[in-house]
């Protein structure tokens, strides 16, 4: 697994390339977590147009940093899943937590309705 990892609009964006599972999630969680605090991002945008298989290890991870940018008041948004992951978020409850965009545009959008309706 590959990470790619951009700041934009006071959000984290994490492209994941490959697998997310007991491998990789340790790393995932060390490097999220690092540049959450170092560009002071509020929302984490996960790309995971390029990721093909996630396990409970990498839902683990997703919800430890889902409850720590609840708790900084930001949204975690996933895009790009492929049909396959979109199943495992349903059944383990993700879907109810966080919204699961097609694109990137929709995540972008998503976010400045929800910037409007909080101002």
């Known amino acids: 697994m590959s990470l790619i990892l951009n700041s934009k ?9 490959g697998d997310f599972d007991l491998v990789t999630a340790n790393e995932f969680r ?11 991002s509020q ?5 995971l147009t390029k990721t093909n ?3 409970s290890s990498g839902l683990g991870v997703i ?4 409850r720590k940018v609840k708790a900084n008041q930001g949204e975690v948004i996933i895009c790009g899943a492929k049909p396959a992951i979109v199943n495992i978020f349903e059944v383990s409850g993700i879907t109810s937590l ?3 965009c097609n694109t990137e545009e929709e995540v972008w959008e998503l976010l ?4 409007v309706r909080g101002a």
Not at 35 to 40: A, F, G, M, N, P
Not at 112 to 115: F, H, N, V, W, Y
Request: net charge negative; no cysteine; glycine share 2%.
């Open 9 to 17: 609009k006071n959000t984290l964006i994490v492209r994941v390339d």
């Open 30 to 40: 060390e490097k999220i977590d690092h540049s959450l605090e170092e560009t002071v």
């Open 43 to 47: 929302n984490l945008l996960l790309d």
């Open 53 to 55: 298989f996630i396990d």
């Open 63 to 66: 919800l430890g940093r889902y």
């Open 98 to 100: 966080m919204p699961i």
């Open 112 to 115: 400045e309705s929800k910037s």
